[in-house]
């Protein structure tokens, strides 16, 4: 049974530029949340989709948009790239609200140089 | 004031202690609690959950939750080489986002 997988695992782009991150969530989830972990801190969360609909949002600004797909797979888009916005991106998915736990892939390395 | 706080460590024990990882958090509403395993690059590791107050064991590892102190721990016995890792706290609102705590390294010697 395939967990959560994310694509790509690496990625470098120039500041300015826009990235499109993917997850594909474990089977039988439907809610996918994303998060940010900068090198050293625990992840920071981004936004959540279920249904197709962003339900619950970080602090982050509108630079950040997702998006959730009918098959529950879901892409993070990051416009006007900054050198802060280098980091690990991780996507989680989970049943419902969660109250089973979430499960991680491993994560999108992005690099703006 | 961070929602959680947990000591980043580092932390380095010898093989076969007994580790202790805190967390404080600064909310009531908290009801699910969790701790996830990280090893160097790659994604955070569902190890532990708890759903209020209380104790639950898995094996070499204990999570306890004290909701009146707001105080929750992880204890690993005989600690392994294998357990060398970044542990990471994490609760649950009720919008179901996780907090996370800053994640203590942890660094066990053969």
Redesign the interface.
Request: glycine share 20%; net charge positive.
């Given at each position: 049974d395939a967990g959560v997988t994310q694509s790509p695992t690496h990625l470098i782009k120039t500041r300015g530029q826009q990235v499109t991150l993917r997850c594909s969530p474990k089977s039988g989830h439907d809610t996918v949340s994303w998060y940010q972990q900068a090198l050293g801190q625990g992840p920071q969360f981004i936004f959540q989709y279920y249904e197709e609909e962003e339900r619950q949002r970080g602090n982050f600004p509108d630079r950040f948009s997702g998006h959730q797909f009918p098959n529950y797979s879901s892409e993070l888009n990051v416009n006007a790239l900054l050198l802060g916005d280098s980091a690990l991106y991780l996507c989680a998915s989970s049943s419902g609200r969660g109250n089973y736990g979430y499960t991680f892939g491993s994560g999108t390395r992005l690099t703006v140089v | 004031q961070k929602e959680?706080e947990?000591d980043?460590g580092p932390l380095s024990v010898p093989e076969g202690a007994i580790v202790s990882l805190n967390c404080t958090y600064s909310n009531s509403a908290f009801q699910?609690f969790?701790w996830?395993r990280q090893y160097s690059?790659?994604?955070?590791?569902?190890l532990m959950?708890t759903?209020s107050s209380g104790n639950k064991e898995d094996g070499r590892f204990t999570a306890q939750v004290d909701k009146s102190s707001k105080y929750i721990s992880l204890f690993i016995r005989d600690s392994q080489p294998s357990d060398s890792a970044t542990y990471?706290c994490?609760m649950?609102d009720q919008?179901?986002?996780?907090?996370?705590?800053?994640?203590t390294e942890l660094s066990v010697k053969p």
């Open positions: - | 959680v947990q980043p699910y969790m996830y690059r790659k994604g955070p590791e569902l959950y759903y990471l994490a649950k919008g179901g986002k996780l907090i996370f705590g800053q994640g």
